[in-house]
């Protein structure tokens, strides 16, 4: 979603901004923009649609400079992608905003702020914040007092930059659900909805919490929160380095991280275990309580971290737990059936997914008892807000496409289904083996990362296509989904995953000579299940990518090509068979010659519904 920078230090901000939107260009955007309050005391301000290389140029041609800024990379909700409707917005010479979010009563504010005399030059709902808090300036209040006022007239999720000509020296921050951080150096403060924004400058950071209003100059920050007392909001500081946030030897950010995984998985699985036996402290120190007294589990998530749900569901059955997965965005709007001793568990990368929160939220009005969160990000939402977290130490994902996030989610999930299963029977030994399964995973992604000069020779076959269809049984069936989701957010190809089992209903239809079919064939129970499946295809003349265990029988044929993926146990062939599916999706997305790493449409931390 969109991105916030801010700074107020006693040298040219400008470069601090460029350098903040650039870390943030991963989250998507369409426009961006600067403003500062200049050396003779002006706001001065510039925009471009499009990328923030073609902002800079713009702000040297300006001649900007400022020690007071903020700046944004916007997303359009509201209004087109047009200069006029890029952030920031300034009311009158006088007051600059940025905005995350989405004010829900934009328009009843628009019609009053018209009626007495304020003129609209964009179409966004974030320009009534910056008409309102003007208001309040000019009745005489100081800025801090002015912000906190307009933000109690508004309704819905925001986080905010401010500045303003009247008080120079100063940037005020608010939050309000969409994630902002305070970066803290000696004599400079920085603003940022995002850590990796601010690694240029500063690993110590604060983090707002909901209803906070922040009073930032050099000499310091003051946080008042919801009720407008003050507020200590400890300072931390993050283990990222700006190495992390760079691409190294690598194209995009997106191949990068796929061959980040082994070290991403053995990363997760650190200090997770010990000997033969999973601690149950890796979900934190109540966990054993949680633990005890959960005897089912319901999922939610969004996209990816919905795959890996479904994936857990099969592993989760296995052992004898009963599980629920669903989407967040359907689950929050239903009544709820609860299960006694059902656990809520979230999963997500950033921790500030909207709709995962709001379902937390939804789940403690309900009556789940306690919640467990699946993450990446320590500093998060989520994380602070649920009972139990467990980290994933995957490091920041930039590629929109999530892919190392993934395969330690799904990590993650293996670990929560032996600490459950512990309960419903698992023996000793039978523990044992699956976290010997477990430390040979990082070795075994490796194998599978091997196949990418092959999946590279076949990636031109897709490329001319408009439609693919993936398979997949039991366990892999999320595989399949989450292979055609890689596949159609980095190369715009429609692509859909399905249960094998399903093809006599309705897509069988589709395929001919054509319509490249993807299967997944794992040598399990499963297996001579799926090969009917894919005679069904050869018999309607479809032309067949097979990764299969060699052990298969699945053999290369004129219409059929077949990967030997190296034979792996069923408990983690999900995320060994996801690796060449990512890697599909990246070969083709890069003969197509799309943004691999920033799709058209797609935001990666959908921090609004």
């Not at 479904?310 to 689950?331: N, P, Q, R, T």
């Not at 890689?486 to 399903?502: N, P, R, T, V």
């Not at 129970?525 to 295809?537: F, G």
Request: negative net charge; charged residues 25%; hydrophobic residues 40%.
């Amino acid at each position: 979603m969109c991105g916030i920078v801010g700074a107020v230090a006693g040298r040219d901000v400008v470069p601090v901004l460029l350098e903040g939107l650039r870390r943030l260009e991963y989250r998507g955007y369409d426009s961006a923009g600067v403003a500062v309050i200049d050396d003779t005391g002006h706001l001065a301000r510039t925009r471009k649609v499009g990328r923030v290389k073609e902002l800079e140029p713009a702000l040297s041609h300006d001649q900007i400079a400022g020690v007071t800024g903020i700046a944004h990379t916007r997303w359009a909700t509201h209004g087109g992608v047009t200069e006029s409707n890029a952030h920031p917005h300034i009311c009158r010479g006088t007051v600059a905003v940025v905005c995350n979010g989405i004010i829900e009563n934009h328009e009843s504010l628009r019609q009053q702020q018209r009626e007495i005399g304020f003129e609209f030059t964009s179409d966004t709902d974030t320009e009534v914040i910056v008409h309102q808090i003007y208001g309040h300036l000019d009745q005489g209040k100081d800025l801090l007092v002015a912000v906190q006022a307009a933000i109690a007239q508004l309704e819905g999720a925001y986080s905010l930059g401010v500045i303003s000509t009247r008080e120079p020296g100063r940037l005020l921050a608010a939050r309000n659900g969409p994630p902002l951080l305070i970066g803290i150096r000696d004599g400079e403060s920085f603003i940022a909805s995002d850590i990796a924004a601010l690694l240029s400058e500063t690993q110590d950071y604060i983090v707002l919490e909901d209803g906070d209003v922040a009073d930032i100059t050099r000499d310091g920050v003051k946080i008042y929160d919801r009720s407008g007392k003050r507020a200590e909001r400890g300072v931390q500081k993050s283990t990222l380095t700006v190495d992390a946030v760079n691409l190294g030897e690598y194209r995009h950010f997106m191949l990068k991280e796929i061959f980040e995984q082994p070290s991403a998985v053995a990363d997760t699985l650190e200090g997770r275990i010990t000997g033969e036996r999973l601690l149950d402290a890796s979900f934190g120190h109540r966990a054993t309580d949680i633990f005890d007294a959960t005897d089912a589990v319901q999922i939610v998530a969004c996209g990816t971290s919905y795959h890996a749900a479904l994936v857990a569901k099969y592993w989760l059955a296995w052992h004898g737990v009963a599980c629920d997965a669903e989407i967040a965005s359907e689950f929050r709007y239903r009544p709820q059936v609860v299960r006694p001793n059902t656990l809520f568990v979230t999963i997500s990368q950033s921790g500030e997914t909207a709709d995962t929160l709001a379902a937390l939220e939804y789940a403690r009005k309900s009556g789940y008892q306690h919640s467990l969160t699946i993450c990446n990000v320590p500093e998060s939402s989520l994380v602070r807000a649920s009972d139990i977290a467990f980290m994933t130490h995957a490091g920041p994902e930039i590629g929109v496409a999530s892919t190392k996030a993934f395969t330690a989610q799904l990590t993650a999930l293996i670990l929560l289904t032996i600490a459950l299963a512990r309960r419903h029977g698992l023996r000793a030994r039978d523990e044992a083996r699956l976290i010997g399964e477990l430390r040979t995973l990082p070795a075994k992604i490796d194998q599978a990362l091997a196949l990418d000069e092959q999946i590279r020779g076949i990636a031109e076959q897709f490329a001319d296509k408009q439609n693919v269809l993936f398979l997949g049984r039991g366990a892999h069936y999320p595989v399949a989904l989450e292979g055609a989701l890689k596949l159609k957010e980095i190369s715009y190809i429609h692509a859909e995953g399905y249960a094998a089992g399903e093809l006599k209903h309705g897509p069988l239809a589709l395929v001919d000579g054509n319509m490249p079919v993807v299967a997944v064939a794992p040598n399990n129970q499963l297996l001579e299940k799926l090969k009917s499946n894919i005679q069904e295809v050869r018999a309607r003349g479809g032309k067949l990518f097979v990764f299969a265990d060699p052990q298969s029988g699945i053999i290369s044929d004129e219409d059929s090509h077949v990967f030997d993926v190296a034979p792996v146990d069923d408990c983690i062939s999900p995320i060994i068979y996801t690796i060449p599916l990512q890697l599909l999706a990246y070969h083709v997305a890069v003969i197509k010659g799309t943004d691999v790493d920033k799709p058209r449409n797609l935001a990666k931390s959908v921090t609004v519904e």
